[in-house]
């Protein structure tokens, strides 16, 4: 099979992961233990279940490599998956780059992005724990349009925190998690103690993660048949990303292929631990594949941020969490790519970036636009403002091949589409699109409230 005359690779459905990948069993330092935000004391299974099951639990703190992905979970992957790796050959054309591009388009699952590898996942493990009802977060909505279908497809309610901005930004996706059966609010709202706090200081707003963070668990928290579902940052969240990874290897290997660099956007680590967490073991064992996370100028928590404990969430209702973090109280600018406005970043790749496995590169706006432009002005597909912060290190890396006269392998993770990102793109095309860059006064302002561990 020539991997010069293909274009699309596809695995038969027998080749669906049948484990996730845990990569703490092959840590060099182990991670950090989560805290009781209360005592400061490390965080046990019983601080844990008020939100989360127990199934759920054990694989956050699980040291076993591979863990079995229960086979109603696996039914349901068929839908999509195994999803389908690109060869980006007009790409590599209009760049006149001598580098090979692929991209792993995680875009052909029901709701157009990888989160819902994890949303199905979730559901499960809370339906047989004899859950109810779910609520969770969003930014962009792409979590929670999976969460959505995710809760329908196991009969389960879900509420949604959307932040206040995308809320706006991204009105059809609030509708999109309606059609499934979901409750989708604006955070903060005033249906819970933290959300009416944060109007009373600035009723204005824009909103962040880490507020709704805070409403989602504070809902669950006040009710026995619900519990909290988080897209990222999670170690049991980035475990059910693996699936991408592991076929990425599989769709390579077809072709006679291993990639020098791997890419993929990174704001709370979901999308990026997908694509990268399976190469870890090939990187500790001498491979020379360089992992890189791409956020944005905006929100640097991996390039500017500060390894440290600290809440997930605004309210400081969630443990506390040793991650690299721009500190809780921030608040990122209103970038159109909401699902990356995250003050901090999963402890995995945290801990793994700390340790020198890991590269990360901060890109702004504008470049971003310009290389989604060229991406669907080339391969066709109009993509998500998130993944294409992937596209653009992916492109200057091709780009840096050309000018070096070297031919790499690229392999960039495409999750999401930018069909409900329409206003961000006309915004680009007309020139109002500004770049913001989180500067060293900012940081300090926001590290002020950093807990003392």
């Excluded at 993660?209 to 928290?221: K, M, P, R």
Aim: glycine share 8%; net charge negative; charged share 20%.
């Amino acid at each position: 099979m020539s991997r010069d005359a293909l274009t699309k690779i596809i695995l038969p459905e027998d080749k669906i992961p049948k484990y996730w990948y845990n990569v703490q069993a092959d840590m060099p330092n182990p991670l950090d233990p989560p805290l009781n935000p209360r005592t400061g004391e490390p965080a046990t299974p019983d601080d844990l279940l008020p939100i989360f099951p127990m199934g759920l639990i054990e694989q956050e703190v699980s040291q076993e490599r591979y863990i079995e992905i229960p086979q109603e979970v696996r039914e349901i992957y068929r839908l999509w998956r195994p999803s389908p790796l690109y060869r980006a050959h007009r790409l590599e054309k209009a760049l006149d780059t001598p580098c090979r591009i692929y991209y792993k388009y995680e875009g052909v699952s029901p709701v157009g992005s990888h989160k819902l590898n994890s949303a199905i996942a979730q559901a499960f493990f809370n339906k047989i724990a004899g859950i109810k009802r779910l609520t969770t977060e969003t930014g962009a909505g792409q979590w929670g349009t999976a969460l959505a279908l995710a809760c329908r497809v196991f009969g389960l309610d879900c509420t949604v925190y959307m932040v206040k901005v995308s809320y706006e930004q991204k009105p059809y996706r609030r509708s999109i998690m309606e059609t499934y059966g979901a409750t989708c609010l604006a955070s903060p709202t005033d249906r819970t103690a933290s959300g009416r706090a944060v109007l009373e200081r600035d009723p204005d707003t824009p909103g962040t993660l880490a507020i709704a963070i805070s409403e989602a668990v504070e809902d669950a928290a006040s009710r026995d048949d619900t519990n909290y579902s988080l897209g990222s940052v999670l170690n049991h969240v980035c475990l059910h990303q693996t699936v991408i990874g592991q076929e990425v290897k599989l769709q390579l290997e077809m072709v006679d292929e291993y990639p020098d660099v791997v890419i993929g956007c990174c704001g709370g680590g979901s999308n990026f631990s997908g694509i990268a967490l399976p190469f870890i073991p090939d990187k500790l064992a001498g491979t020379n594949v360089r992992l890189i996370a791409v956020e944005p100028a905006a929100c640097p928590t991996l390039t500017k941020g500060v390894f440290a404990y600290d809440y997930g969430d605004q309210a400081g209702f969630t443990p506390l969490l040793k991650m690299y973090t721009l500190g809780h109280d921030f608040t990122p600018p209103g970038i159109h790519a909401g699902g990356l406005r995250y003050h901090g970043d999963s402890p995995l790749i945290s801990r793994l970036y700390h340790d020198g496995l890991l590269e990360a590169r901060a890109v702004f706006q504008k470049n971003v636009f310009e290389a989604a432009v060229l991406f669907a002005q080339t391969e066709g597909i109009l993509p998500a403002p998130e993944s294409a912060h992937a596209i653009r290190a992916a492109v200057d890396e091709a780009l840096a091949g050309k000018e070096e006269g070297v031919s790499r392998c690229i392999v960039f993770n495409l999750s999401g589409h930018g069909h409900l990102d329409i206003s961000a793109y006309d915004s680009y095309l007309n020139g109002r699109i500004e770049d913001v860059e989180f500067s060293d006064e900012a940081l300090a302002e926001s590290l002020k409230t950093l807990p003392q561990v």
